[in-house]
């Protein structure tokens, strides 16, 4: 039981106080089937600087067998780990309407499924995280750099969870603010995924 409300005191989980939320129809308007996460954000709690309570530092190498953003933590350790103000984590996904008992829905042709991380940076990022991720993106899934709706970036590719053969991968940044997001699924058309980054852009950053 100690164990346990020392790990609470680490971080707190609590409603959205800021950007983190992007809306289905925004993301994927018209959808017929869809699901989506009730995003919530994790910011430090009351010993999350103490060392002997929290312990935690971000891998020295990025864990590429893993998925975005390869550092191996949960959101309860990548925060105090990270030194990061808050983090928020959703995914949006829609897929086509299926007859009978056709398994798994996620996976079939048709499906697209956004996943995504917000972390608001503490000042002069303590913890190194932006430099850890993009260490990691040109690593895990050898990104390069562009731009996404007039904000830096870095995209890359990796292997497909969803039956698509490969996934696109996208590292942003703006300001305090930095924004990791995976888009899947074999049923994006020509052009549909750069809109959908743009709408990550204007609804998270």
């Known amino acids: 039981m100690t164990h346990v409300v020392e790990a609470l005191r680490c971080i707190t989980r609590r409603p959205l106080t800021g950007k983190g939320r992007v809306p289905l129809e925004a993301l994927f308007p018209g959808a017929e089937s869809s ?10 709690g009351v010993d999350a600087t103490v060392r002997s309570k929290c312990p935690g530092e971000l891998p020295a190498e990025p864990l590429c067998d893993g998925l975005a953003p390869w550092t191996g933590l949960p959101s309860d350790e990548l925060v105090p780990a990270s030194g990061a103000l808050r983090l928020v984590e959703g995914y ?10 056709q398994a798994p829905p996620e996976s079939s042709a048709g499906t697209k499924e956004v996943s995504y991380g917000l ?10 995280l932006v430099d850890h ?3 990691a993106f040109v690593a895990c899934a ?14 890359g590719t990796v292997p497909s969870e969803r039956g698509a ?4 991968v996208v590292l942003l940044r703006r300001g305090s603010s930095v924004v990791w ?3 899947d699924g074999s049923g994006w058309k020509a052009g549909e995924q750069q809109r959908a980054l743009a709408v990550l852009v204007a609804r998270l950053l």
């Open 181 to 183: 997001a995976t888009l």
């Open 142 to 155: 050898k990104a390069t750099p562009s731009t996404v709706a007039g904000v830096a970036a870095l995209v």
């Open 165 to 168: 053969g490969s996934a696109e």
């Open 92 to 101: 949006l996904v829609t897929m086509p309407k299926q007859a009978g008992n």
């Open 35 to 44: 699901d989506s996460s009730d995003p919530k954000e994790v910011v430090p």
């Open 133 to 135: 991720l993009r260490v």
């Open 119 to 128: 972390v608001d940076l503490a000042a002069g990022d303590p913890g190194g």
